[in-house]
T-cell receptor, first 113, second 113 residues
């Protein structure tokens, strides 16, 4: 069975500083990896995905993520955080050939003005 | 292009009652998946519907059931509601059963009292 670990409950970062949200996964076979963001009382908003190809994936709103197969990680990054980036971030994995996403517990990101 | 629409946005039910939640998939998408997100947790896969047939189910009891209609919209039905069923229920549509991306709706917040 697939699983995702997001080890930090909350990530605090000053506005303008680099933001990193960590994710490691466990899956059989080749993974499809996703990052979603959730604002209060809202659904999940897609940021980016890794299917195959380049390990560095660029997504929406200036976010990017790096797939590292040897470390089974898919950390989310943004070079310069904005206050509006404060939200709940979820990493998810789906094995190739499987139809269900497994989510981590989420990371609350707080960007301090 | 319309996104995923869920209704109602909020509802309150009494333990033991039954509830029906609705989802209209994104235009062109033929697959709908349902997820339950309990407070402070990541979403958990309930089941998926593809062309009106159930196509995979998570670890949820049979009192959770669903339907998909010819226009690919979907319903989630929960019988004999329990307090632990209180959660945000998310619908996600995709182009096919193993789509590279999922579009999520804003969810239905169900409170069972």
């Amino acid at each position: 069975a697939q699983s995702v670990a997001q080890p930090e409950d909350q990530v605090n970062v000053a506005e303008g500083n680099p933001l990193t949200v960590k994710c490691t996964y466990s899956v059989s076979g080749n993974p499809y990896l996703f990052w979603y963001v959730q604002y209060p009382n809202r659904g999940l908003q897609f940021l980016l995905k890794y299917i195959t190809g380049d390990n560095l994936v660029k997504g929406s709103y200036g976010f990017e993520a790096e797939f590292n197969k040897s470390q089974t990680s898919f950390h989310l990054k943004k070079p310069s955080a904005l206050v509006s980036d404060s939200a709940l971030y979820f990493c998810a994995v789906r094995p190739y050939g499987n139809n269900r996403l497994a989510f981590g517990k989420g990371n609350q990101v707080v960007v301090i003005p | 292009e319309t996104g995923v629409t869920q209704s109602p946005t909020h509802l309150i039910k009494t333990r033991g009652q039954q509830v029906t939640l609705r989802c209209s998939s994104q235009s062109g998408h033929n697959t709908v998946s349902w997820y339950q997100q309990a407070l402070g947790q990541g979403p958990q896969f309930i089941f998926q519907y593809y062309r009106e047939e159930e196509n995979g189910r998570g670890n949820f009891p049979p009192r959770f059931s669903g339907l998909q209609f010819p226009n690919y919209s979907s319903e989630l039905n929960v019988n004999a509601l329990e307090l632990d069923d209180s959660a945000l229920y998310l619908c996600a549509s995709s182009l096919d059963r193993q789509g590279g991306g999922y579009t999520f709706g804003s969810g239905t917040r169900l409170t069972v009292v």
